[in-house]
């Protein structure tokens, strides 16, 4: 059996299971139940401590009671390359357990030319291993299609999530941050403006406005032929929660469920 091993445990998320799982859940406790269950949601990918509080409004609006899979999208940070990328792997591992992979989907998803198995690509990315501490502590048993982004298109995006789409069963997860680095007055201003363009549609986002402008810009095509609406979970920066506000990181989380 392959295992992906955590590779930012203790670094962005506490490496002790207990401390992992309390935080966690302190998490998911403060934030409020939504009154729908979402099909697809942008969640952040920070460090816990930073976007922990407003990834755990994503996470509440997924149907812990019918979701079996999670198709995460997140975009890379280390390595360059084309199209999406799958791991050579067979399970996830963090503090909380191992996570095992669709590998029925994942073939699918390489039946398209622009995915293909990139280990080194995983090997360090942190855009996706934050979210499974989270999907963990919500979903319990889940199989999971983790899908690194490099250089490609929006359709080409899109075009996985909709081979994948099928029913209740299966979630879709975008990881990304809004903007970086700006003053804490500023960031609100331009975070604001790149959650109306999500909410009404009026995209595509660049990587200024969303790291994970790429995975967003994929879902948001998909979003009106499939009659779903988005609607604002939360919003917040680092300034909000364990930073300084001179230079900042921007935090959504959003979620889509059917109008």
Known sequence: M????????????????????????????AAPE??????????????????GPTAAFAYKALDAGKVERVVLFGPSHRV???????????????PLGRIPLDQEAM???????WVNVNAAAHAMEHSLEVHL??????????????????????SQVASVIDALWD???????????????????????????????????AGPLNHEQACGATPINGLLELAVGRHLEASLLDYRNSGDTAGDRE???????IAFHER
């Open 80 to 94: 360059a390359f084309q199209g999406m990328a799958l791991p050579d792997a067979d399970v996830f591992e963090t």
């Open 133 to 154: 501490p989270f999907l963990q502590t919500v979903l319990g048993k889940f199989r999971l299609v983790p899908l690194c982004v490099g250089m490609a298109t929006p």
């Open 107 to 113: 073939q699918l998803s390489l039946s398209q030319p």
């Open 34 to 51: 939504p009154t729908y269950h979402a099909k697809a949601i942008i969640a952040p990918h920070a460090g816990h401590i930073y976007s």
């Open 167 to 201: 029913g209740d069963e299966t979630a879709i997860v975008i990881s990304s941050d809004l903007s970086h680095y700006h003053s804490y007055d500023e960031a609100r201003l331009l975070d604001q403006a790149t959650v109306r363009d999500i909410l009404d549609n």
């Open 247 to 253: 230079r900042v990181v921007g935090y959504t989380s």
């Open 2 to 29: 392959k295992v992906r091993p955590a590779a930012v445990a203790g670094l962005f998320y506490p490496d002790d299971a207990n401390e992992l799982s309390a935080m966690v859940r302190d998490f998911l406790q």
